[in-house]
């Protein structure tokens, strides 16, 4: 039998920006082996009702199970937010959503306490950044927004000009005004727009970006339960439901060019 | 047992935008019941894998057959170009798709035979409308243009203003400097966009949209195989795979206010 610790980590998205997060946990913790799952056939999830994400991210967790995954992160915002409870009821492996870590990354970078939180229509509708933010800081004044165009604008390679200006002026013109000094980018797609968001929000406003806080909260579990890997130089393992045209290009996008062989596996 | 006559028309899509459709062949052939399928579960189909979107053409078209059905419209412009061939040599019922029809009504408005295609990343990719007009009229220029956005666009409910214009300047910037005086719009969400188009395009150029002339393609084939219901008023039934929260507001901004029960199912 494989010793706990030796056995990988699974990591799932709706699609591929999770890898962002994947690449993040691979810097943090090196010797730990990833399977990451993108379930590109049925993405986006943002769109989708409460019933379907519930179906789609209990799917992913049991292929994951199934490779026989110590822990499993969940990185997309959506299911993370919709999701993760029911998960945590379900399954005994221990889970880790992303919006835990951006919750508490927002509250330690806002001085003033205002935080907005831009995500696709179901994560912001779920309400779930908005009332963790409230349960650890009830004084905390948050304002959430959907900003549905910027995932198909990321995936069109579309990431900087006038188009992208504007369309952040238009979701992001409340939050501007109402003096947000940290703002959650819920979405693994967002942290592309980058530069863009803070060209339209100024550089006093701290931007969010929870792959980097959920890769340490990773690390933490891993840790406290005895299962983190400290010996040799871990490997990334992908898989998708779906390969789509543009599939190199954007996920060396999201991971880097050290990305390895991808294989497609059907879910359901 | 029951004529085949009195049988029902299935219609699917890969979302609602279909609809359009099953409202025009409602309008043409009134006795007709209509049974439609949206697959909301796994929209979109634009920029997923060939693999991918025949896998799901062939679960909606058995779907529908189960059902009953005596004819198949694959409303959906993605379908329609990648899996129409394949269901039609697998399948017995007879099949009609969007692009032909699409292709005619384009041949039939454009005097100076300069056609302009625009759709999905995976129907321009496919090629069905380029190598359709060309095989109809190998004097015709065709050009085409994936514009990834105005499906998220329209789904958002943003039909029109500065950003739409600036979008669609930047998608029919080419097609207008190419001077082509019929513009196909081959994608079921795009006729929403009409003033918008129409407005960046000019009055000269016509804008075909395939709902109308499906529609008559269905009535033509029905009359051909004799199976053209003619007595009694045709109901609209409508299955879709998820049940998002704007459901009932797009369905409506695409049938009209008269549709009435929707039903969820599950296809895989």
Redesign the interface.
């Known amino acids: 039998m494989i010793h706990t610790s030796n056995r990988p980590i699974g990591v799932f998205d709706s699609g591929i920006g999770g890898l962002t997060v994947a690449a993040a946990m691979h810097a943090r913790t090196p010797s730990e082996d990833i399977i990451y799952l993108g379930d ?3 993405v986006p999830y943002g ?3 409460t ?2 994400v519930n179906r789609y991210a209990l799917e992913c967790a049991l292929f994951l199970l199934n490779q026989g995954v110590k822990l499993i992160v969940v990185a997309c915002n959506t299911a993370s937010s919709i999701a993760l409870t029911r998960l945590r009821e379900i399954l005994s492996v221990p889970l880790i959503g992303v919006v835990e870590p951006g919750v508490k990354a927002a509250l330690s970078s806002s001085a003033h306490k205002r935080i907005g939180v831009i995500g696709t ?2 994560t912001i ?1 779920s309400g779930a950044y908005q009332s963790r933010l409230r349960e650890l800081a009830p004084e905390v004044e948050v304002y959430g927004k959907a900003c ?2 910027l ?3 990321a ?2 390679g ?1 990431l900087k000009g ?2 992208v200006d ?2 952040l002026e ?1 979701y992001l013109g409340s939050l501007k005004r109402r003096k947000v000094d940290s703002l959650i980018l819920g979405c693994t797609h967002y942290p592309l727009f980058k530069p863009s968001i803070a060209g339209v929000m100024g550089d006093d406003v701290h931007l969010v970006d929870s792959a980097q806080t959920t890769a340490e909260s990773v690390e933490e579990v891993l840790l406290r339960e005895g299962m983190l890997r400290t010996h040799g130089t871990g490997t990334v393992k992908c898989y998708v439901t ?4 543009q599939f190199n290009k954007l996920g060396r996008l999201f991971f880097g060019d050290s990305l390895g062989k991808v294989s497609r596996v059907t879910l ?1």
Chains 1, 2 share one sequence.
């Open positions: 590109t056939a049925r769109t989708k009702s019933h379907a229509p179901s509708n549905p165009l995932v198909p604008m995936e069109e579309r006038e188009i504007m369309v238009d779906d390969v789509p045209r359901s």
